[in-house]
Every structure is written in C-alpha cells, then in structure tokens.
C-alpha cells in the first residue's frame, strides 16, 4: 500500500494518478454487445431462448418459462432461515422509511400576472432492475433499486436475474418478496438488457433500467441509453477514511479491506495528520490479512490503488476528500459534525468512529447506489426522486396574455421565429372560439 505525504513537492501529481480511472472499451465487448442486442430488436424471444441456452445453460421452450411466478418468490421468502428473513425485513423498512423523506409532490403557485405556474410530479410508469446471479448473490441490491422506486409509485417493477444452468438464490428471490418486485425473468447479460429497453413478445419494456452488472451488462446500458433511463455506469468501488489518530487500528483497517475485498481495481485510501496512527493501521491490516477469505483480491486493490496519506490537520483530509469526491467517505474522528459543512465531494458520508460504511452497504437506511470514479462531483446517490419525473404547469388568463405576449413576441422576432411570435400575438387580437 502507497504511503504518501500530502507535504510532497509532488503531491498533487501523486494523488491524480493514485485516483484516475479510465476503464477502457473493449472492442470484443462492444461488438458482441451490438450483436445480442441488435438480435433481440430483431427476434425478440427467439433471441432470449437462444442466448439462454448458448450464455446460461438455460433449455427453454418458449420465453415464458423464463418468468417465475409469485409463489416461487413467496416460497423463498418462507424457506430460507429465520434470521436472514429477519435481517432483510429490518434492512427493507429501514431503506423504505428513508426513501419515504425523499418523495416529491407536485408544487404551484399564480405569479403577479394570475399564470398558474409549477410542476406535476409523476412516477415512472415500469421499470426494470438487473440483479446480479451465478457466483454473485446481492440481495441488498435488490432492496436499494426496488424500494425507491416503489415509495414513488412505479406501477411495476420488471427484475432480471441470470440463473446459469437453473441455479437462482433463495435469498435474491426472498428479498424480491419483502421489497415487492412485480415480475421476475431468469434472463442476465446484454439480452436482458436489450429486452428490458425494447421489449419482446414476452419481457415488457420499461422507462428506466437500475442495478449493477459485469462489463457486458454496463456496455449494454450505455449502449441503450436514450432508448430508456438508467442510473449510471458505475466503476469499482471506493472508501476514503479521515481519521484524527485516535480510533482503534483495527477497525480502520477492516474497513479499508471491506471495500478492497470488492475486486481487484478498488480503491482504499486512508488520510491522517498522525504518522504514528498510520503505522499502527499498516500493522493491524498485516496482522488480519491472513485471516481474510478474500485476502489475494483485498492485496492486490491496496497494491494497485490503495494509499496511506499522511496530512497536515484534518482540515487538509476534508480539502483532498473534495478532490477525490469519493464513493464513501468516513470521518472517523471526535467531532464529525464540525468537519462534515467542508464536505463538498462524497456520495455518502459516515460520521463517527462507530459508524462503518458497511451498515450503510446493508440497513443503515440511505441507498447504496452510489457515484464512483469522482462524480460525486456532480451526482447523487440513487433515490426516489430517479424515479419521478416533472412535467411544467402553464395556464395563462387573457389578463396574463396581455402581460406576456408582447415579451414573448419580441423575443421570437430577435430569434427570427416569426410564427413564434404570431402565435403569441394571436391571442392579443382575438379572444378565442369555445365551441358549445
């Protein structure tokens, strides 16, 4: 793991290449994305039973056997154990009593002129979740993309599981019970992908598509973007960690390693004014790594991208957080609530020594849908609000005409937009026809 000093001539140039990501397009990728999903516009379920067969080991007769019916969502919810449906009941109602302070309702209000002026607030009508299947198994995916949506009143909600070779988790299947998932398919990769943006005989297409996925599964979302909303591309995860030197060694060590453990490229970086502190962290993730199941993924993420920064005051931490804009960030410090009005840049921020990031991958509440790769400079956790839309109110009296039409004209004619212009005038000169 890199040690840095924030004191360094070179500093600046340390740390932009410590957090630049960049991941690159593969060309075999992309071709065999268009191709699946160019074969789905084209095919329909024709293309889904084939790729499920050729991708997933899947032998269907027709698409429709890829859809599980309810009872086999109700029945995993009633046999998997008691405190793993405990543990996601407890995670579902804590995610959906935050999302709940999230909602949006339609506002307006009449202007000087009487306009009646605002916005109707509307859900999305369908949407569609991806959720990971095969070695992967993320139930608190599914809770964090269904719940938003349905506390803001999707109609239905479409989820897509890959089951290679007819191996599906019960508690992928329990957890699409409690969050109130309306329909399942067994379909993965780029065809789901294509299916839900376009639709098939069978698969219905939907507004929007959220929930991660591998490199064919983020290509394919970028590929159909415009065609239908999502919610990003999100590259490998990633902790900050600002600590004043005084939390226990070993817990800041296995929170860097809870995000390492993700995969090889993420990114654990560790920020403190206290050198000896950062000595006593290095030694406490020697002494647990061992220990680890996922020890060879978290070395080789803390070689590749992990960082040990040593800072001159905690006010400096805060200023290289806002340059990272990290996915998590934790202010593991004494008083985090005078740091925290600094904090510009972060996706989510966890206060307090006691307070790891991991409670907020699972049943802190907040959604753990993130932006990564530094654009929480610019984006914002997955929410209720992705899944509502606003539609401007306009409705003017022939008093507000009068006020208006003339502004509205002469704009038009300083564009050269003459009908533009008429159009408003028209209702100067003429008072209108209501036909009995």
């Not at 410590?18 to 690159?24: G, H, I, K, P, R």
């Not at 269907?60 to 998997?80: D, G, M, Y």
């Not at 007819?166 to 508690?171: A, E, H, V, Y």
């Not at 200023?319 to 840049?345: F, T």
Request: proline residues 5%; hydrophobic residues 45%; glycine residues 6%.
């Amino acid at each position: 793991m890199k040690r840095l000093s924030s004191s360094s001539h070179d500093f600046d140039v340390q740390l932009r290449s410590l957090t630049a990501w960049s991941e690159t397009e593969d060309k075999a990728v992309l071709n065999a994305v268009d191709e699946i999903i160019d074969a789905v516009i084209a095919r329909g379920d024709e293309a889904l039973i084939e790729y499920s067969h050729q991708l997933d080991g899947l032998t269907v007769a027709s698409a429709a056997q890829l859809e599980l019916p309810q009872s086999r969502l109700q029945q995993a919810r009633a046999s998997i154990p008691e405190e793993q449906r405990s543990a996601l009941e407890v995670a579902a109602a804590r995610i959906r009593n935050y999302h709940e302070h999230q909602f949006q309702e339609s506002w307006n209000f009449r202007d000087a002129s009487g306009t009646l002026l605002g916005q109707q607030i509307t859900a999305l009508q369908r949407v569609g979740v991806y959720v990971p299947g095969g070695k992967a198994s993320y139930p608190s995916s599914v809770l964090m993309n269904v719940i938003p949506a349905k506390v803001a009143g999707v109609e239905e909600i479409v989820m897509v599981v890959p089951a290679p070779t007819g191996k599906l988790s019960d508690l992928v299947l329990a957890a699409a019970a409690i969050a109130g998932v309306d329909r399942v398919f067994t379909l993965g990769g780029a065809q789901a992908i294509a299916a839900l943006a376009y639709g098939t005989e069978t698969v219905p297409r939907v507004d929007k598509i959220v929930g991660p996925g591998n490199i064919y599964v983020a290509t394919a979302k970028r590929r159909v973007f415009g065609q239908v909303g999502i919610d990003m591309i999100a590259g490998p995860s990633e902790i900050m960690v600002i600590c004043d030197g005084l939390s226990n060694p070993d817990w800041i060590a296995m929170d860097l390693f809870s995000q390492a453990e993700h995969d090889e490229n993420a990114q654990a970086i560790l920020l403190s004014p206290e050198a000896e502190f950062l000595d006593a962290v290095e030694a406490s993730m020697e002494r647990l790594l061992p220990t680890m199941s996922r020890r060879d993924i978290i070395t080789a993420a803390l070689e590749g991208r992990g960082a040990m920064i040593r800072t001159r005051d905690l006010d400096e931490a805060v200023a290289i957080a806002n340059r990272v804009a990290p996915e998590h960030l934790e202010l593991s410090v004494a008083d985090p609530e005078q740091l925290l009005p600094g904090v510009r840049h972060a996706g989510a921020i966890f206060m307090g020594r006691y307070t790891s990031e991991v409670l907020g991958d699972y049943c802190a509440g907040p959604n753990h849908v993130l932006p990564t790769a530094g654009t929480a400079r610019f984006s914002s956790p997955l929410g209720v609000y992705d899944f509502q839309k606003r539609s401007s109110i306009i409705m003017c009296s022939p008093a507000a005409v009068a006020e208006l039409a003339p502004v509205a004209a002469i704009l038009a004619r300083g564009e050269s937009l003459d009908a533009h212009a008429r159009s408003a005038e028209y209702r100067l000169q003429d008072p209108g026809r209501v036909e009995s």
